[in-house]
């Protein structure tokens, strides 16, 4: 089958009205098995997911694919990034989009071909995998991280080093200092949750 790039190029549109709608500008917390880790998900990191290049800078990639307004001839492929691997991400790219808001698995240590990264939401078909936020020295910022790949694939169990369920999925907008809304989980049990963790979140929700 050949490879359509209006298709590709469309799917792409269709994900960064979900990645605006969804997940731009917000932080979760997702806890699992008495850990957590905070996923920002920035304007500047949407298009690492799509698995195409193209000249202009990330921001305004996203800018435009969140309106509907990217067009083919702004994208382009290489041998890192070839057009039969960016139609099968964009195939599933609003799919893998969606793994931080409901039932999913937590999956640590992942090791690829060419990096290890530390956090990754699977539903055993696709890999959203995350990497470290760094502050402006380049240093790792506490426990946050940020979306770095997609990957449509099994990942064997000798590539990464444990595999947890989520328990709860909180959010907040990422200038706030507190998590105001529940995504995912009971909310009934969230308090005894984090007081047997001894967890220290700031949030409104108990």
């Not at 209006?6 to 009205?17: D, F, S, V």
């Not at 890192?80 to 139609?87: D, I, K, R, Y």
């Not at 910022?141 to 997609?150: A, I, K």
């Not at 590539?159 to 989520?166: D, I, Q, S, T, Y």
Request: hydrophobic share 35%.
């Amino acid at each position: 089958m050949s490879i359509s790039i209006n298709r590709i190029t469309r799917k792409i549109n269709q994900a960064g009205k979900i990645y605006k709608n969804t997940l731009a500008g917000r932080t979760f917390l997702v806890l699992y098995e008495g850990h957590y880790a905070e996923i920002m998900f920035g304007a500047d990191n949407f298009r690492h997911l799509c698995g195409v290049e193209s000249t202009m800078p990330a921001k305004d990639f996203y800018k435009k694919a969140s309106k509907g307004v990217l067009s083919p001839s702004e994208i382009f492929f290489t041998s890192a990034h070839p057009a039969n691997l960016a139609s099968l991400k964009t195939d599933h790219l609003s799919d893998a989009l969606s793994m931080i808001t409901r039932d999913a698995f937590i999956i640590t240590d992942i090791s690829t071909h060419s990096r290890t990264f530390k956090i990754g939401t699977t539903d055993l078909d696709l890999l959203l995998c995350f990497d470290s936020k760094l502050n402006s020295n380049g240093n790792p910022v506490g426990n946050l991280f940020v979306p770095y790949s997609l990957r449509v694939e099994s990942i064997p169990n000798h590539k990464f080093n444990g595999m947890f369920e989520m328990d709860y999925v909180l959010s907040k907008q990422t200038s706030s200092t507190v998590y105001d809304t529940l995504i995912y989980g009971k909310s009934a049990g969230l308090s005894d949750y984090i007081l047997k963790h001894s967890l220290t979140i700031s949030t409104s929700l108990i």
